[in-house]
């Protein structure tokens, strides 16, 4: 057969179609298996965020913080140690935006959800349980409706924080210099949308998964530092001793 121009241009059409279809099959294979966020689980919802991709922001820049502004007036969190080691890998979907190693076992999940429990135990005056805004699925602490909201509440129907079951990270809600000390020290990063999008406050932080005891009373600082910015209150104090409320 002999080969004209016309015939070479269809081929390699061809063939770029085919590589482009296995790239997307493989591709929204690896988005399936995150399991479901704030998006419908099927196809649609992976264009949805492939469609989001084109607008991500860089998670670890704290430079769009540095203007030492604080709204709100509020820096709860005080200072933090360094967290150890590398972050962990996070998966390139901006929903569900999900950690991807360094996970952590069935004991810790179960650690993490008791140290959500007994946080809004402490400041029940100002936050309850409701369904998540953002995940749709699961419940978060939310901020009740008898509490004046302050700007990030607002955008964010009052919900400040939430777990993601299947990796054992957290989504928070932080005043601006706590968020970029969390981000600095090494604790989490930007939702790859915040601030882009207008129910995502700037300060909308994917929070790790603790390894160990230590770090999950980090993580219980983090949390406690949320809520108090979110409910402008004081941070309070843990009522229960360190190894307890890392049960």
Known sequence: MKLTPGK???????????AAAVWVYRDYQKWMALGPGGLPHNFGGYVTTTR???????????????DGKERYGDAPLGDLPQRKGRRP?????PVPHRQLDQLPG???KRKITNLF??????????????????????QAITLRSDVAPHGDAIASRGEIAHVHPS????HMIFSLRDAALVIERGWGESHPLAGVMMDLPQTYLLIYSPRNREELAVTERLLDA?????????VRKNVLAPEESAR
């Open 8 to 18: 070479i241009a269809a081929m390699l059409t061809g063939a770029g179609a085919t």
């Open 52 to 66: 989001m991709r084109l607008r991500k922001i860089d998670p670890t820049d704290t430079g769009r913080f540095a």
């Open 89 to 93: 890998a996070v998966g390139a979907y």
């Open 106 to 108: 069935v004991e810790m």
């Open 117 to 138: 429990d007994v946080a809004l135990e402490r400041a029940s005056d100002f936050v309850e349980y409701r369904l998540s805004h953002f995940e749709k699925r699961h």
């Open 167 to 170: 990796d054992g990270s957290m």
């Open 226 to 234: 949320a809520i108090a910015h979110m409910a402008q209150q004081p």
